[in-house]
């Protein structure tokens, strides 16, 4: 079995109570950003980095000066197998959404042209 979480798109575990799924979900967040999991490749120019997030998890060091340009693609993949859903993933209108930091992040960047303060 297998659990994907995302720290930019994951927003509940609805079968927990908001404050239950909101702990458990930065439990693994910390868990997966831990260092003993991390790959910490040296950047040299023209080099191209990609990964597969169905089986790993991608954690940014901002630790680095110098320009990035990043690139996001989405691939069609396979379709994941396992047992129907016992519950929808919005059970009622009025649930609660447990916007992520990154999401209020760029909202206040696009209101006001600054992140900070953004918490």
Same mark, same amino acid.
């Given at each position: 079995?297998?659990? &994907?979480? @995302?720290?930019?798109?994951?927003r509940r575990i609805v079968e927990m109570s908001?404050?239950?799924?909101?702990? !458990?979900?930065?439990?693994? $967040? %910390?868990?997966?950003?831990?260092?003993?999991?991390?790959?910490? &490749?040296?950047? $040299?120019?023209?080099?191209?980095?990609?990964?597969? %997030?169905?089986?790993?998890?991608?954690?940014?060091? %901002?630790?680095? /000066?110098?320009?990035?340009?990043?690139?996001?693609?989405?691939?069609?993949? /396979?379709?994941?197998?396992?047992?129907?859903?016992?519950?929808?993933?919005?059970?009622?209108?009025?649930?609660?959404? +447990?916007?992520?930091?990154?999401?209020?992040?760029? @909202?206040? !960047?696009?209101?006001?042209?600054?992140?900070? +303060?953004?918490?």
């Open positions: 079995k297998a659990l &994907y979480i @995302s720290e930019h798109f994951t908001a404050p239950e799924s909101d702990n !458990f979900l930065r439990f693994l $967040t %910390n868990w997966v950003q831990s260092p003993r999991f991390t790959v910490r &490749y040296h950047w $040299t120019a023209g080099t191209i980095g990609m990964w597969d %997030n169905s089986c790993t998890q991608h954690y940014v060091l %901002n630790d680095f /000066d110098g320009e990035r340009v990043i690139q996001r693609v989405t691939v069609m993949g /396979d379709q994941p197998d396992g047992p129907s859903p016992r519950w929808q993933p919005w059970p009622e209108v009025a649930s609660r959404s +447990a916007m992520s930091r990154h999401d209020r992040q760029l @909202s206040h !960047f696009l209101r006001h042209g600054s992140a900070e +303060a953004a918490e």
